[in-house]
Nanobody, 129 residues
Framework: HVQLVESGGGSVQAGESLTLTCAAS????????MGWFRQTPEKEREGVAT???????RSADSVKGRVTISFDTARNTLNLQMNNLKPEDTAIYYCAAHWPWGGGYCITQNSRRFNEYGYWGQGTQVTVS
């Protein structure tokens, strides 16, 4: 049973940095896509950045150059380093996993295919003022 638990959210000032962490457990073999998504009451869920088990990463244009996604294999955590945060980055951030993953590329922008990520965390709030 795959479980994802996010942490690291909080309230920061514009221009500051934050690192989100997603602790993953319950899967033991095969390839995967994992990613960070965010949502506000006013907008539908959007992809922020994704990473596959082969090391391929993708990020949304709105955060390109400001975020780094990585997977710590020793700790089994997916991390999202966010720099130069802006008020429009305010949202609930969710970690998600597509496992097992058959290859190709991780869905990052097509919200109609977000359901391919079968596992989601509970979310962590990020507020930028």
């Amino acid at each position: 049973h795959v479980q994802l638990v996010e942490s690291g959210g909080g309230s920061v000032q514009a221009g500051e940095s934050l690192t989100l962490t997603c602790a993953a457990s319950g899967y033991t073999y095969g390839g995967f896509c994992m990613g960070w998504f965010r949502q506000t009451p006013e907008k539908e869920r959007e992809g922020v950045a994704t990473l596959d088990s082969s090391g391929g990463s993708r990020s949304a244009d709105s955060v390109k150059g400001r975020v780094t996604i990585s997977f710590d294999t020793a700790r089994n955590t997916l991390n999202l380093q966010m720099n130069n945060l802006k008020p429009e980055d305010t949202a609930i951030y969710y970690c998600a996993a597509h496992w097992p993953w058959g290859g190709g590329y991780c869905i990052t922008q097509n919200s109609r295919r977000f359901n391919e990520y079968g596992y989601w965390g509970q979310g962590t709030q990020v507020t930028v003022s």
